[in-house]
């Protein structure tokens, strides 16, 4: 993996972590709302803890998503999924390559 490819990794995962612990510990205001306010709005939505589990969390998935392509555990250039081109097999398992007719 290439620097490019584990920064954009690395920001995607951070998104989808980030809105995987959002609603932990969300607890709605006790009191009445106030006029313009959300009555759903968390009372303490303490952000910065948030933002700090959700970076540790993208990282451990980030290193995991490394591993797996660094060891070659996963690879779309070998195994039967891997498209070898139109003399080679088929992009789908199972189906014979179709030959052109000249």
């Known amino acids: 993996m290439d620097w490019f490819t584990g ?7 951070w998104w989808v972590a980030l809105f995987c612990v959002l609603p932990i510990g969300a607890r709605p205001r006790d009191s009445e709302v106030e006029e313009g ?5 968390p ?11 959700t970076t540790v969390l993208a990282g451990v998935f980030w290193l995991a998503a490394w591993g797996l392509m660094a060891t ?6 070998d195994g039967w999924w891997a498209y070898g081109g139109p003399e080679q097999s088929s992009p789908i398992p199972g189906v014979a390559p179709s030959r052109a007719q000249n």
């Open 37 to 41: 306010g959300w009555r759903g709005a």
């Open 43 to 53: 009372s303490n939505p303490r952000l910065g803890m948030k933002v700090l589990g």
């Open 72 to 77: 070659d555990l996963i690879s779309f250039r």
């Open 7 to 13: 920064i954009v990794t690395y920001l995607l995962l």
